[in-house]
């Protein structure tokens, strides 16, 4: 039998293909990523989902002419191979090769960027809407997830497509689960249409859209008839269809939210590949996160969860199976998680709330005048904090720093290690007048004994960890490590002091007095951008006081840092241990 997908360079190669033909296509791309991913690394279950899907929609409509938006983009890799990069695939999210999520610059196919959630249909909307004032006879398909169209925004775009006469398709790609299982009343409902028992208005046809389904989204013929017909039908529609995350391979199918993102497996079995065991290994971040709120919880029935979707990712996992009634997954919504965490604060309650450092920009708004302005003590904890490697410029959390910094009422904290994180949160969850911020990264740390009796920090000090001569190196959070690695084996480590000054806000003036008296060089090194970060901090504190010694700041430069592993990056920012070495040995 010949091989389909290596004649498919381009969508207009794939139109020439008689349907007979795309059932085998379909099986060849499943297999193309399956083999690639169980080696290169990255999302799985989501493009597996969406293999028909993908040729059906590339099959029916003129792409790139007509316009298709892919929402968050974990299910485009079947699109990505489809239009001209399948020979560059193995590339996929490493340093210098493709992005793991659409990309504008990358292909003309790519029609928006994406990479954070429930951004489509507002943008399809505004393609659509274009056309309209152009005169374009065009068609425009956002591809949305159950998960993302609970999400506010979607349901903004909802609303305005609705009373408009553009020519938009929503396709909901249904099936149940986003990174972990969706939830709320709009998951309900759509459990309700596929078993036939939902009594009330179809929700989409109330808001003006054409609702056709759900049909099988695995059912090629039926999804070519279907969006064929769609083609012909003016104003906003919507297609529901019903998938299954992981379609192809069996342990993805079974185990959809590990296989959303598994890691290396192998191709033929579908067994991910464990790396060996070592004992007493340094816990992630994220885990220290996680028992620690189990442990607080324990002992104080006050102590309340949140996250917008990410309870694997974040672990809050931990306290829903520990304590279900004290722990929410608000679902895709960063907005509401924050409002909502600051409605419990009101009435008494200690509130984490988790948030990835990139999603939580979503909900700036919500911070400031939901939280800050009111000096409501909500605690969040801004997971993924810094480079996180291989997601690229959409995941990167170097930003917060920067735009957290200006708020007043707000006390940003960044942890060297795990015993610095677990103290924080015990210190945090004993009663503060004011909201916290605690940042920190994606994987491991260094301390393998780290669950260590809990100790108060005092808030806005920072600490010595190496006294030197005449060079102050002020880092904060866990980058400090690399700063450690840098002094050992520098020439200059005898004169050479270390700061891990912890608190971005308040900073702690008394021991700035002291180093800008003591020392001709300041240093500092921070994984947040150089513009308005932790340094630009220490400039201001240096310019208030008349202070003329020499600061330089390393960081994330003024540019958006793109995909590759997180020592890779660190290395292009000037931020690994070998850069900051440099620095330090010129003197």
């Known amino acids: 039998m010949k091989n389909i997908l290596s004649t498919i360079d381009i969508p207009a190669d794939l139109r020439k293909l008689p349907k007979s033909e795309l059932p085998q296509l379909a099986k060849e791309l499943r297999q193309f990523i399956i083999d690639i991913v169980a080696t290169k690394e990255g999302h799985l279950g989501a493009s597996l989902g969406v293999i028909e899907l993908t040729i059906a929609l590339h099959y029916v409509f003129d792409t790139p002419n007509d316009l298709l938006v892919w929402d968050v983009g974990h299910q485009a890799y079947g699109h990505k191979i489809l239009t001209g990069r399948r020979d560059i695939f193995h590339t ?18 790519d029609t928006f960027g994406v ?35 609970a999400s506010g925004m979607a349901f903004e775009g909802l609303n305005h497509a609705g009373v408009t006469n ?13 990174i972990d ?24 046809e109330a808001l003006n859209f054409d609702y056709s389904g759900p049909i099988d989204g695995h059912n090629l013929p039926l999804l070519i008839d279907e969006l064929n017909r769609l083609k012909s039908i003016e104003g906003p529609k919507l297609l529901h269809v019903i998938t299954t995350k992981g379609k192809g391979l069996k342990q993805a199918e079974e185990d959809q939210v590990t296989y959303h993102a598994p890691g290396k497996f192998d191709s033929k079995t579908g067994n991910i590949i ?64 924050v409002t909502f965490s600051a409605g419990l604060a009101t009435q ?28 409501l003590p909500v605690i969040f904890c801004l997971d993924r904090a810094g480079l996180v490697g291989n997601d690229g410029a959409t995941h990167h959390g170097v930003f917060d720093i920067a ?18 994180l677990r103290n924080i949160m015990y210190t945090a969850q004993l009663g503060l007048d004011n909201p916290i911020v605690i940042r920190y990264p994606r994987g491991k740390g260094n301390i393998v004994n780290w ?21 102050a190196l002020l880092s904060i959070g866990p980058i400090a490590a690399e700063v450690n690695k840098a002094i050992m084996h520098s020439i200059n480590a005898s004169r050479i002091s270390h700061y891990d000054m912890r608190f971005v806000k308040p900073l702690d003036y008394k021991l700035l007095h002291q180093i800008f008296s003591t020392y001709k060089t300041i240093i500092t090194v921070e994984d947040g951008t150089k513009k308005g970060g932790f340094g630009s901090a220490i400039v201001e504190f240096a310019a208030s006081h008349n202070y003329k010694n020499k600061i330089e700041i390393l960081g994330i430069p003024d540019t958006f840092i793109e995909h590759g592993s997180t020592e890779e990056l660190r290395k292009l920012c000037n931020i690994d241990f070998k850069s900051i070495k440099a620095k330090i040995d010129l003197g």
């Open 274 to 337: 464990t790396k060996e065991n070592k004992e007493n290994e340094p816990p992630k971040f994220q885990d220290v996160f996680g028992h620690t709120l189990v442990e607080l919880a324990k002992k104080n029935q006050n102590i309340l969860g949140i996250t917008p979707a990410m309870a694997t990712g974040c672990s809050l996992k931990f306290m829903m199976e520990a304590f279900p009634e004290r722990a929410f997954d608000v679902g895709i919504a960063e907005q509401h998680a």
């Open 92 to 109: 996929n999210r490493q340093l210098n090769g493709i992005s793991g999520f659409p990309k504008r610059n990358e292909s003309e196919y």
């Open 348 to 375: 008494g309650f200690i509130v984490f709330c988790n948030i990835y450092s990139t999603f939580i920009q979503r909900a700036y708004d919500q911070i400031i005048h939901d939280v800050a302005l009111q000096k």
């Open 166 to 178: 553009a020519n938009i398709l929503v396709i909901l790609n249904d099936n149940a689960i986003g």
């Open 115 to 149: 990479g954070h959630s429930s951004t489509s249909i507002s943008a399809a909307l505004g393609m659509a809407i274009a056309s309209k004032l152009k005169g374009e006879n065009k068609h425009h398909i956002a591809v949305i997830g159950d998960a993302s169209i």
């Open 403 to 420: 735009y957290l910094r200006c708020i007043p009422n707000l006390i940003i904290f960044s942890p060297r290690n795990e015993i610095e």
């Open 181 to 204: 299982p969706s939830v709320g009343a709009l998951k309900q409902y759509l459990t309700n249409v596929k078993k036939g028992t939902q009594k009330q208005d179809n929700i989409f």
């Open 451 to 471: 669950k260590q009796p809990f100790e108060p920090i005092t808030i806005g000090k920072g600490i010595c960890l190496k006294k030197g001569v005449d060079i």
